[in-house]
């Protein structure tokens, strides 16, 4: 059974940019959550999309937008970017977040802002 | 606010000693906590607990909760340089914002 698959692995973005990363999640699994991954702030949750709805938001700008597509792969995008944008962006799956708390997660996007 | 706050922040020990890592939460709502393991980019999934009192054991892992003090435990026996990795703690709620609040994560380092 294949993972979850986060594209792109890393990517180097400047100032200004808008940067778009996209994740497909286990097959059969309806919810996809973002998080943002930094040093100094840990994991942080961005948003999750359940039967192409957005869920729930975590507390972050209107810079940070996502959306999920039929067959549950999932987009998020970041416009504007800033230097503080540099972080791995973590993708999980799951079958109903309803039900159970466990997530699966891809190895993530490393994003760099220059 | 809701938080979860992990301690220590690292440690270092050698193979074969036992180690203990804390997760204590202040929640609203809570529905369950979770263990998971990040060892170099996906966090990989350990335990789930919902019960106090109850131990979820596998292998030398082994985690049990509180919920009346509100923390939860991570015990590792025997450690290995393979369990060298980032053990991260979060909370799930139920009801409302359904999301799972991390802690900034315990990085273990086991040395030979």
């Known amino acids: 059974k294949a993972g979850v698959t986060q594209t792109p692995r890393y990517l180097i973005k400047t100032r200004g940019q808008q940067v778009t990363l996209s994740c497909s999640p286990i097959s059969g699994h309806r919810s996809v959550s973002w998080y943002q991954q930094t040093p100094g702030q840990g994991l942080q949750f961005l948003f999750e999309?359940?039967?192409?709805?957005?869920?729930n938001k975590g507390n972050f700008p209107g810079r940070f937008s996502g959306r999920q597509f039929s067959n549950s792969r999932s987009e998020m995008n970041v416009s504007t970017l800033e230097l503080g944008d540099s972080a791995l962006y973590l993708c999980?799956?799951?079958?109903?977040?309803?039900?159970?708390?466990?997530?699966?997660f891809g190895e993530g996007s490393r994003l760099t802002v220059l | 606010e809701d938080k979860v706050v992990q301690s220590p922040l690292s440690l270092v020990v050698h193979e074969g000693d036992t180690v203990t890592l804390n997760c204590s939460y202040e929640v609203t709502n809570f529905r369950s906590l979770l263990w998971y393991k990040q060892e170099k980019k996906a966090p990989t999934f350990l335990f789930m607990l919902?019960?106090?009192?109850i131990e979820k054991k596998s292998g030398r892992l082994s985690s049990i909760l509180d919920k009346k003090e509100l923390f939860s435990i991570l015990n590792i026996t025997a450690t290995q340089t393979g369990d060298s990795a980032v053990y991260l703690c979060?909370?799930?709620?139920?009801?409302?914002?359904?999301?799972?609040?991390f802690g900034k994560g315990t990085k273990l380092t086991v040395n030979p």
């Open positions: 999309y359940f039967s192409e709805t957005q869920r």
């Open positions: 979060a909370v799930d709620f139920q009801g409302g914002s359904e999301k799972l609040v």
């Open positions: 919902t019960s106090s009192g």
């Open positions: 999980a799956s799951s079958w109903d977040r309803g039900l159970t708390g466990e997530l699966f």
